[in-house]
């Protein structure tokens, strides 16, 4: 069981991410949220055994940040725990996809790119269900004991809007690749469809 460090990394991630997170990381677990982006009104949802919490949204110039755990971690039933080792943030920008994917894809993988992901190196790189998909390694984020230094993430379109995730796993508790990308593909499914129908914007 990775409960102690997995809690502490998670709350770890919440003071250096999420400036609304609560320092117990005790929060009440829901699987659906409102949000309004750049203008636009979007809903973020959380697939099966993942629960995330609208109080450790983060609001600021650049869109919205948030971050979604294994339910087991917060104070959501134990029967919903998906057994995730690790946590992935999301972000949704205010503004759209710069250019095409592949575009996108050339810049982060460049020396620049690189830099601004805070990471040394590019281990895979690939586009699948309509996202570009990145594996680097770097420093794990902020310097965070306990967190992996390789990290997969996801970059698509979501109703005009950038949207970013981001698996962050635990040191020692790895998610195999595939895994890791069925993971943030779930996750981007089940917010499209949750936007699919969605209220005109206001």
Same mark, same amino acid.
């Given at each position: =069981? ?30 659906? =949220?409102?949000? @309004? ?17 609208? @109080? ?47 575009d996108l894809g050339d810049f982060l993988t460049s020396e620049g790119g ?19 998909l990145i594996k680097t390694e770097g420093q794990a984020p902020g310097g ?29 508790a790895r998610l195999g690749d595939e895994a890791a990308i069925s993971l ?19």
């Amino acid at each position: =069981m990775c409960m102690p460090t997995c809690k502490a990394v998670l709350a770890g991630l919440c003071l250096l991410a999420l400036t609304g997170c609560s320092s117990g990381v005790s929060v009440t677990a829901t699987d659906r =949220m409102d949000i @309004r982006v750049g203008g636009t009104n979007l809903t973020m949802a959380a697939p099966a055994g993942l629960c995330f919490d609208p @109080r450790s949204t983060d609001r600021n110039r650049s869109g919205v940040t948030f971050l979604f755990a294994d339910c087991a971690l917060t104070d959501a039933a134990p029967s919903q725990s998906l057994s995730l080792k690790g946590v992935v943030t999301a972000h949704v920008s205010n503004d759209g996809l710069p250019g095409t994917l592949e575009d996108l894809g050339d810049f982060l993988t460049s020396e620049g790119g690189l830099a601004l992901l805070g990471s040394a190196k590019v281990l895979d790189r690939r586009i699948s269900n309509n996202a570009l998909l990145i594996k680097t390694e770097g420093q794990a984020p902020g310097g965070l004991p306990g967190a992996s230094t390789i990290m997969w993430r996801s970059f698509s379109d979501l109703k005009g809007k950038l949207f970013t995730l981001s698996y962050i796993g635990f040191r020692g508790a790895r998610l195999g690749d595939e895994a890791a990308i069925s993971l943030l593909h779930s996750i981007t499914d089940t917010i499209r469809a949750a936007n699919a129908e969605a209220a005109p914007d206001a």
